[in-house]
């Protein structure tokens, strides 16, 4: 059994109390499990996840094209789904392109947007982003705006004022706490085994959830996960991190088994 309810919620952790928004944990299954294997993939998780009770929200993003299968596998339950990215615009000639308003109609309610994939292999830029992110809200689905620093920017000591940058481009003005969720992913950390230390993390976090104040109606509300190399082994330590409230997962979603387990770690 799934855990749902209340966006604000009060979890006991041993001795310690931990307030704040429910945590969300979502699978960016990329471009990886279409047809069939995302079928069986998503079935897999449900099973998984029904035979427990988790603290957490699940979502699941699998490519466009079995997005609508996979709502329909997780129909009635707990889980959501969401898509990996959108246009900015409703309807149009845009050949290959997807709109918010499709991705809710194959039943999203969560949309991800500026990837750092995206941001590099599509060039979008802060404007993109904040006009997908927009055209998702518009419409009553939640955004997934990405955030993070390249390698290159950690190390010349410019992280937080990427972070400032981004969130002052990326999310729109007037956005509400419950249509906008921001995952920090540090570029350097995606796929590679590389996490942040703890105290990195913190740092972060802190400095998202103060810049978002001024332009979220109430901050303090919206989730902010972490995403970048999250496994079963450190998904406990990451996600007890303050103001982490949950994360965005992309190899280890990939599995069933893995992905709850990262799962079960929430707080
Ligand atoms: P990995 O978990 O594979 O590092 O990917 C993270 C990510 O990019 C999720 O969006």
Excluded at 15 to 31: D, H, Q, R, Y
Excluded at 116 to 136: F, G, I, L, M, N
Aim: glycine residues 12%; contains cysteine; aromatic residues 2%.
């Amino acid at each position: 059994m799934l855990n749902s309810g209340g966006r604000k919620t009060v979890h006991l952790l041993g001795e310690i109390v931990v307030t704040g928004p429910k945590s969300l944990i979502a699978g960016n299954w990329k471009m990886h499990r279409g047809g069939a294997h995302g079928v069986a993939l998503a079935k897999a998780v449900l099973a998984a996840a029904s035979k427990e009770t988790l603290a957490c929200d699940l979502l699941l993003c699998p490519p466009a094209v079995v997005l609508a299968a996979v709502s329909h596998v997780v129909d009635g339950t707990d889980i959501a789904t969401g898509g990996q990215d959108c246009h900015a615009e409703n309807t149009g000639a845009h050949t290959g392109d997807i709109s918010a308003s499709m991705l809710a109609g194959a039943g999203a309610t969560y949309v991800i947007v500026g990837h750092s994939e995206r941001r590099t292999d599509h060039r979008e830029t802060d404007a993109d982003v904040r006009a997908k992110a927009e055209a998702a809200q518009k419409i009553g689905m939640t955004a997934i705006i990405c955030i993070g620093e390249t390698g290159a920017e950690r190390d010349s000591g410019q992280t937080l004022a990427v972070l400032s940058r981004q969130i002052a481009g990326s999310v729109p003005a007037g956005a509400t706490a419950a249509h906008t969720v921001i995952a920090y992913e540090p570029v350097w950390a995606i796929g590679t085994g590389r996490t942040p230390t703890v105290a990195e993390v913190a740092e972060a976090h802190a400095h998202i959830r103060k810049e978002l104040g001024g332009k979220v109606d109430d901050p303090d509300s919206v989730r902010i996960l972490y995403g970048g190399s999250v496994k079963a082994d450190n998904a406990r330590e990451l996600l007890a991190v303050a103001n982490v409230n949950g994360a965005l997962v992309g190899g280890a979603s990939l599995d069933a088994a893995s992905f709850v387990a990262i799962a079960r770690t929430a707080p």
